[in-house]
């Protein structure tokens, strides 16, 4: 069965331009963050190689890019035919139509009517399949564990470099969770909502007495005014473990894509800062911001990670969390008010472009199987489960988070 909605047949009241439409809306739900232009997939399905291998050279030639799917059904063959745009209801319908005039070209060779071994088909299209970031315990042999260790670095690049979504794998039944944190998790993933002056207003009556001039007091602080500011013991016991087993686990958050990674991918990126606090490092140096102070002190901040564009235009600034609860589609406001004093280190203000990125990373236990001594026990895996993207200098986003600065600093 395709995982393709089907196009061949479509409802006689919704045209091809209504149906693309609306399916285009479901999808830009999640996709509408990455930039204007995506990845089109178009499935479809030939009865023999002869006939695909006839419709894959047109397509090609009218730019299409060709890879085969996994499918397999007898002797019928698979191929999904990519482009990237910036999509339409109409140009999508009008690129399907160019594909089936190739389909049509080569099912002509054998004459009026439907071949004898049935037509050729193209069965829908989406985005492409969401990538999968996880790093495994230590495969059993040296050259398994490098392989693995190379497709998830790969992996995460394609997903914090490039212009590809992360699959949630905590969502995944191929891994066991304990009861309450599945009921958690299954739930639909929906937006956090916040209304600006109702947050200010909450904020002003909270205003802390002896605020610290860290960035992550300040998050901390944001924290508190929608939840419990430091969580529960086994929560943050379970965070600090992670943050270590991700820097274990092939150095899954930072060193995956060190500077060595990113000059054998050809990827014109750098790390220039990482702060990740762990058990096995000693205190990692911190950026002092001047313009924001508390208590006559400046603002202390040691992002995660920072990269940078070759020449220097382009700044990525990553902050890493663990969490085993629902991630909303734009993340906490914690997680942004950190961001946003990351985003007013001396290295932002020399950028052109600056990205905030927000990195949710997960664990969970891979479910055993067999039985006797051929059982395969459960192994604990480390994956990320969500990043998202935000520009710092938007007007709205910098103005909501100065202003809850000045109301942590005293400055009102």
Same mark, same amino acid.
């Given at each position: 069965?395709?995982?393709?909605?089907?196009?061949?047949?479509?409802?006689?009241?919704?045209?091809?331009?209504?149906?693309?439409?609306?399916?285009?809306?479901?999808?830009?739900?999640?996709?509408?963050?990455?930039?204007?232009?995506?990845?089109?997939?178009?499935?479809?399905?030939?009865?023999?190689?002869?006939?695909?291998?006839?419709?894959?050279?047109?397509?090609?030639?009218?730019?299409?890019?060709?890879?085969?799917?996994?499918?397999?059904?007898?002797?019928?063959?698979?191929?999904?035919?990519?482009?990237?745009?910036?999509?339409?209801?109409?140009?999508?319908?009008?690129?399907?139509?160019?594909?089936?005039?190739?389909?049509?070209?080569?099912?002509?060779?054998?004459?009026?009517?439907?071949?004898?071994?049935?037509?050729?088909?193209?069965?829908?299209?989406?985005?492409?399949?969401?990538?999968?970031?996880?790093?495994?315990?230590?495969?059993?042999?040296?050259?398994?564990?490098?392989?693995?260790?190379?497709?998830?670095?790969?992996?995460?690049?394609?997903?914090?470099?490039?212009?590809? %979504? &992360?699959?949630?794998?905590? #969502?995944?039944?191929?891994?066991? @969770?304990?009861? =309450?944190? $599945? !009921?958690?998790?299954?739930?639909?993933?929906?937006?956090?909502?916040?209304?600006?002056?109702?947050?200010?207003?909450?904020?002003?009556?909270?205003?802390?007495?002896?605020?610290?001039?860290?960035?992550?007091?300040?998050?901390?602080?944001?924290?508190?005014?929608?939840?419990?500011?430091?969580?529960?013991?086994?929560?943050?016991?379970?965070?600090?473990?992670?943050?270590?087993?991700?820097?274990?686990?092939?150095?899954?958050?930072?060193?995956?894509?060190?500077?060595?990674?990113?000059?054998?991918?050809?990827?014109?990126?750098?790390?220039?800062?990482?702060?990740?606090?762990?058990?096995?490092?000693?205190?990692?140096?911190?950026?002092?911001?001047?313009?924001? %102070? &508390?208590?006559?002190?400046? #603002?202390?901040?040691?992002?995660? @990670?920072?990269? =940078?564009? $070759? !020449?220097?235009?382009?700044?990525?600034?990553?902050?890493?969390?663990?969490?085993?609860?629902?991630?909303?589609?734009?993340?906490?406001?914690?997680?942004?008010?950190?961001?946003?004093?990351?985003?007013?280190?001396?290295?932002?203000?020399?950028?052109?472009?600056?990205?905030?990125?927000?990195?949710?990373?997960?664990?969970?236990?891979?479910?055993?199987?067999?039985?006797?001594?051929?059982?395969?026990?459960?192994?604990?895996?480390?994956?990320?489960?969500?990043?998202?993207?935000?520009?710092?200098?938007?007007?709205?986003?910098?103005?909501?988070?100065?202003?809850?600065?000045?109301?942590?600093?005293?400055?009102?």
């Amino acid at each position: 069965m395709s995982e393709f909605p089907s196009m061949r047949f479509p409802p006689s009241s919704e045209s091809p331009d209504e149906r693309n439409a609306r399916q285009l809306v479901e999808l830009e739900d999640e996709w509408g963050e990455l930039g204007p232009k995506r990845q089109i997939d178009f499935h479809c399905t030939f009865p023999n190689f002869d006939r695909r291998k006839t419709f894959s050279g047109k397509a090609q030639d009218a730019g299409f890019q060709l890879r085969n799917s996994n499918e397999e059904h007898g002797s019928r063959c698979y191929l999904i035919a990519s482009v990237r745009i910036e999509p339409t209801a109409s140009t999508i319908t009008a690129l399907q139509a160019k594909l089936e005039s190739f389909l049509e070209d080569a099912d002509d060779t054998y004459g009026e009517g439907d071949p004898p071994d049935g037509p050729s088909s193209v069965d829908g299209w989406r985005y492409p399949p969401k990538t999968e970031v996880s790093f495994w315990p230590n495969e059993s042999s040296k050259r398994a564990a490098l392989s693995a260790q190379v497709q998830a670095a790969q992996a995460r690049a394609a997903v914090l470099f490039g212009g590809e %979504l &992360v699959k949630d794998l905590l #969502l995944d039944r191929r891994f066991w @969770l304990p009861p =309450s944190v $599945r !009921d958690r998790i299954d739930q639909a993933r929906s937006s956090f909502k916040l209304v600006p002056s109702e947050f200010l207003r909450k904020a002003l009556t909270m205003q802390p007495k002896a605020p610290e001039p860290t960035a992550s007091a300040f998050s901390q602080w944001v924290y508190s005014l929608y939840g419990h500011a430091e969580g529960s013991e086994q929560d943050i016991a379970d965070g600090k473990e992670a943050e270590q087993e991700i820097w274990e686990r092939r150095k899954a958050a930072a060193s995956c894509n060190d500077n060595s990674f990113l000059r054998r991918a050809g990827l014109s990126w750098s790390l220039t800062h990482n702060g990740l606090h762990l058990r096995d490092k000693g205190m990692a140096g911190h950026f002092v911001i001047p313009h924001l %102070l &508390v208590g006559g002190e400046a #603002l202390r901040a040691s992002p995660d @990670l920072v990269y =940078s564009s $070759r !020449d220097g235009s382009k700044l990525l600034i990553v902050e890493t969390k663990f969490s085993r609860q629902p991630i909303p589609r734009n993340l906490w406001p914690n997680v942004w008010a950190q961001l946003w004093c990351y985003s007013q280190i001396p290295a932002s203000a020399e950028a052109k472009n600056v990205t905030a990125v927000g990195e949710i990373w997960g664990e969970a236990w891979s479910k055993g199987y067999g039985r006797g001594h051929s059982r395969v026990e459960g192994k604990k895996v480390i994956f990320l489960r969500a990043l998202v993207r935000r520009d710092p200098r938007a007007i709205a986003y910098d103005r909501f988070f100065r202003r809850l600065f000045k109301i942590y600093a005293g400055h009102t």
